[in-house]
């Protein structure tokens, strides 16, 4: 039975780039119309830390370099800061992707020691996102999140999923 995922790939920036993409939970704060991994609050699937950190270890010996945690919402995973302070200390740069809802002054701190990137997912403008979301107030906590990372100076970008109900915001 699913019970996370763990993905390998490269990304193309100056150089090849190794990344491993985990997924340590299917649990997550909303449950998103176009959600691939079909996350939401019902499911409660997640990978050991434990399991995590050793296979990081592997891929890390493999050549991997970055890793790139998303969920479900990584932030419900109890185990994140943990995750993220064994990947960091075995030489990963730690990139992080979120609803954004759940940041707040104290786990943004707890990011910007290891964290390099946050990607902040947006579904388009303010009420094509909130109703994707499924939550009226989605918008508002994405938006407030990055002002959060802005003022932690963590670096942050937005993770955009185009879909039929939000291409219209595209030039938004």
Avoid at 11 to 19: L, P
Avoid at 49 to 76: C, D, F, K, M, Q
Avoid at 147 to 167: C, D, N
């Amino acid at each position: 039975e699913f019970a996370g995922q763990l993905h390998l790939g490269d990304e193309v920036g100056e150089r090849q780039q190794r990344v491993v993409h985990v997924h340590p939970t299917r649990l997550c704060n909303l449950a998103c119309a176009h959600c691939y991994s079909e996350s939401s609050p019902a499911m409660r699937e997640a990978l050991e830390v434990e399991t995590l950190i050793e296979a990081l270890g592997e891929l890390r010996g493999e050549g991997y370099e970055i890793v790139s945690i998303s969920g479900g919402e990584p932030l419900v995973y109890k185990s994140l800061p943990r995750l993220i302070s064994a990947a960091a200390g075995q030489g990963y740069r730690v990139h992080l992707i979120t609803n954004g809802l759940l940041l707040n002054e104290s786990n943004v701190s707890a990011l910007a020691e290891h964290a390099l990137l946050v990607g902040v997912s947006l579904d388009g403008a303010e009420e094509t996102h909130n109703l994707v979301r499924g939550r009226a107030d989605a918008f508002r906590g994405a938006v407030g999140a990055m002002r959060l990372l802005a003022k932690a100076k963590i670096p942050f970008g937005i993770i955009y999923a185009v879909s039929g109900q939000s291409l219209a915001d595209v030039p938004w």
